[in-house]
């Protein structure tokens, strides 16, 4: 069966959400895929809730890293855990946000590299992960124009976000792994989408 599991990730309001719904569709639609739509964390299991609670009351983006780092992995094998149902069953898999995301965010809080990476011993890796790159100012920018009532206390300091988007910029090399790509993510919603497909046109075989 060629199915996949793909993984769109970088760093906040640099378009994953919106570009995993155009995945979504152009695999459904155009390549004629049985495709599930996901995101990490869940939002569906216990690690979620109380990662949520954590970050929407936190004042400093490196308090809890240990914490936030297992309720992660916690939410992670749970969600992986149905992705490989999925992928059983023929279905292929998008996925905002995941493994990259813990490496660059955990790190950023004082979490070890190799410790992080201890943790994803035998868990579903992805076949392919795209990493949305756009700069902190753009992502702040986007943010102050979103108005959104509620942020988490990672998108309030840019310090750390700078620490962030390092890390995502590191990871293809410290991983020693050829699945990850990044993709310019400063550019118009079209031109990004266009990109993606074609990766995901490769992936496929189309």
Same mark, same amino acid.
């Given at each position: 069966m060629n199915v996949k599991y793909i993984e769109i990730d970088g760093i906040?309001?640099?378009? $994953?959400? &919106?570009?995993?719904?155009?995945a979504y569709q152009f695999m459904r639609h155009n390549l004629g895929l049985k495709v599930w739509k996901t995101q990490q964390p869940t939002k569906f299991s216990? +690690?979620?809730?109380? !990662?949520?609670? !954590?970050? #929407?009351? %936190?004042k400093?983006? @490196?308090?809890h890293a240990k914490e936030l780092t297992d309720l992660f992995i916690a939410d992670r094998i749970s #969600?992986?855990?149905? &992705?490989?149902? *999925?992928?059983?069953?023929?279905? %292929?898999?998008?996925c905002s946000r995941g493994r990259l995301s813990t *490496? +660059? *965010?955990?790190t950023a809080q004082g979490i070890e590299f190799d410790? !992080?990476?201890?943790?994803?011993d035998n868990l579903l890796e992805p076949n392919l992960t795209i990493i949305l790159d756009l700069p902190v100012n753009a992502a702040l920018a986007r943010k102050? /124009?979103?108005k959104r009532t509620r942020v988490d206390v990672f998108e309030k300091d840019k310090k750390f976000l700078a620490q962030v988007k390092t890390n995502y910029d590191n990871l293809r090399k410290m991983l020693n792994d050829d699945t990850i790509i990044t993709i310019n993510g400063h550019r118009s919603i079209e031109l990004i @989408? @266009?990109?993606?497909? /074609? $990766?995901?046109? $490769?992936?496929f075989g189309h």
């Open positions: 906040d309001f640099c378009g $994953k959400t &919106t570009q995993v719904e155009l216990l +690690a979620s809730q109380q !990662i949520d609670e !954590i970050l #929407s009351t %936190s400093n983006p @490196r308090e #969600s992986l855990r149905q &992705t490989g149902l *999925y992928l059983a069953d023929g279905v %292929s898999v998008v *490496y +660059a *965010y955990q410790y !992080i990476r201890g943790l994803h102050a /124009a979103a @989408r @266009r990109d993606i497909q /074609a $990766k995901l046109e $490769k992936l």
